[in-house]
């Protein structure tokens, strides 16, 4: 009993040194939370502005979240719940608002190998301001698993975000103003300044701009916001605390808003919003030569870890063909990858893309020249190995379809000759009964003949029957050299 009692002992401590070992996330302290980005903030009453909601996973790869979200119903309406450049790609239930309890849900996750790292945006939520107060948002419900066999529960803390809602510092009345005349309305809105916040990180490729006026006339209806060489956006009034960029690329972009107010008159102002690079990966193995169709081209290098890497092929700064890989936890990176291209001379260029859009500029370039083992037709591009089994295929077809003739021609030839051989049969059989027929005759003839002298009538029969056994003689004789000789 003793001896039972210290087996079970010993099986459990090895199976908790075992899973210690194997799976040390599985024992790790919790270490991943929520929280919102900006914490804090002023607005006015009718304004919007953005909250992003984060995860923050300290050393511990994570795979799926879920929260409920709640929110002061009666100072805060949520307007739109955005999935843009989340770090989950599935959905088991999408996030979800209800404006009359002040709640908003969500489940998500992603595949092997999760996510690890600071400030990993969930969603974003667009909020406008209803009445004024203090609006604090906080989480409940909280579960956040880690990327290992037993989905441990890794959710450690969730911090809250607290808002100041104000009166308006505007009140524009619903003024009629005609659109043509001397009466018209030509004093365009109060000049203005734009202010671009990249949230305290330069690579932020969507930073926020902080812009408003007033307009003593008409009163303002909207603003219109161009970015670069891009189309205006149009944004309402009211929408403008803050307006967040669409993702951006590195570099510097001219800004241009523009106020326009209810009689159509407007004031400009510009600013410039400079969004720098982030760490621009690094290519390590690249092949001088590459036999198209014959072998797989083999690309690695070094980056941020767990990032998005685009791989760029190009040929006289044309692009030729794009591929996606992701970076692993230390940072490394390759792609293994068959393809057919023309011949000549090429350059491999790789950037960065993290989970929040940000880019890097292109590394420096890879000098390839490529070999077609082929032949190029227009568009196509044939492989000399393709044409070797198109041609072996071909040949196995025509070798296929004579031993095909040949055997149709040895069953065609078999069945001749089992017909033949009955046809035979049958005309020797007809051939010997008329035989016997006539020689019946000619036999009952003979018996008269001993007799007697046969009279004309007689002997003129017997003419006829020998002659007719001739005949049929030589019919067969015929016949039967004629169906040997067709077979």
Known sequence: M?????????????????????????????????????????????STFYIDVLINADGIALNAAQATISF?????????????????????????????????SFTGGLPNPGFIGES????????????????????????????????TNIFSSSQKGSYSITAPSEYEPPIEV???????????????EITVDNEGDPTNPTPLLYFQTQDKGSGMSHYEVKIGEKEFIRVEKGKTTPFRL???????????????????NFTESKAEVRIESIAVPKITICPEVFKSGEEMIYIGGNALPNTKIIISLKKEEELVKEWEV????????????????????????????????????????????????GIAIGPWIIT??????????????????????????????????????DLKKKFYKEYYELRIGIEKELKILRSIQTERELNSEERERQEELLKDLEDVERVIRIELKDIEEAK
């Open 326 to 373: 992701t970076s692993d936890a230390e940072g490394d990176w390759s792609l293994a990858k068959e393809g057919l291209f023309k011949s000549g001379k090429y350059k491999i260029l790789v950037k960065a893309k993290d989970s929040r859009g940000a880019e890097s500029y292109p590394s420096e370039s890879c000098l390839l020249k490529i070999i077609l083992g």
């Open 178 to 192: 005609p659109s043509e005349g001397p009466e018209a309305d030509k004093e365009p809105p109060l000049p203005f």
């Open 384 to 421: 000399y190995k393709t044409l070797t089994l198109f041609g072996l295929v071909i040949f196995i077809i025509l070798l296929l379809f004579f031993l095909f003739l040949i055997y149709r021609v040895k069953k065609t030839r078999k069945i001749i000759e089992i017909e033949v051989l």
């Open 246 to 264: 669409p993702v951006q690329t590195p570099g510097i972009l001219p800004i241009l808003v523009k106020a326009i107010d209810r009689a159509g």
């Open 2 to 46: 003793k001896f039972k009692q210290l087996k079970k002992i010993y099986l459990l401590i090895f199976f908790l040194v075992f899973v210690s070992y194997f799976f040390p996330s599985a024992t790790k302290a919790q270490k991943a939370s929520f929280n919102l980005r900006p914490a804090t903030g002023s607005f006015s009453v009718g």
């Open 120 to 151: 990993g945006k969930v969603f974003t939520i667009l909020f406008q301001a209803k009445s004024v107060g203090q609006a604090a948002i906080t989480f409940s419900g909280e579960i956040i698993t880690a990327n290992d066999p037993f989905g």
């Open 72 to 104: 002061p119903a009666d100072k805060l309406k949520v307007v739109e719940l955005s999935k843009k450049s989340s770090i989950f790609t599935l959905w088991p239930n999408e996030p979800v608002f209800s404006n009359s309890e002040g709640k908003i």
